[in-house]
């Protein structure tokens, strides 16, 4: 099995920074690309930004938040700068884990992680 923890959400005010770590452990032979994506209430969760052959970033992120990646740890960080209330979501880890040498590639997430912006 494969577990991804999230950690290093809150309540900050609006201007703000923080910063999520996600951890991938368990049964892992590569990891391949991994991601943030949050979900608002009433709102469909969305890409928040991915990095694997390239990074990507949803525009109204862009130059706010930086992901990266410590592919020893297996851990995922989303850096989030000048935090907006707009920005106040459950924020998700996703990666992309092949088992075994033999298995594809699959999708795992993580429980969430509350952010909360307050103006």
């Known amino acids: 099995q494969v577990q991804l923890v999230e950690s290093g959400g809150g309540l900050v005010q609006a201007g703000g920074s923080l910063r999520l770590s996600c951890v991938v452990s368990g049964s892992i032979f590569n990891i391949d690309a991994m991601g943030w994506y949050r979900q608002a209430p009433g709102k469909q969760r969305e890409l928040v930004a991915t990095?694997?052959?390239?990074?990507n970033y949803a525009d109204s992120v862009k130059g706010r938040f930086t992901i990266s990646r410590d592919n020893a740890k297996n851990t995922v960080y989303l850096q989030m700068n000048s935090l907006k209330p707009e920005d106040t979501a459950v924020y998700y880890c996703?990666?992309?884990?092949?088992?075994?040498?033999?298995?594809?590639?699959?999708?795992?997430w993580g429980q969430g992680t509350q952010v909360t912006v307050s103006s």
């Open positions: 996703q990666a992309e884990v092949q088992t075994t040498r033999w298995t594809t590639y699959r999708d795992y």
């Open positions: 990095t694997g052959g390239r990074v």
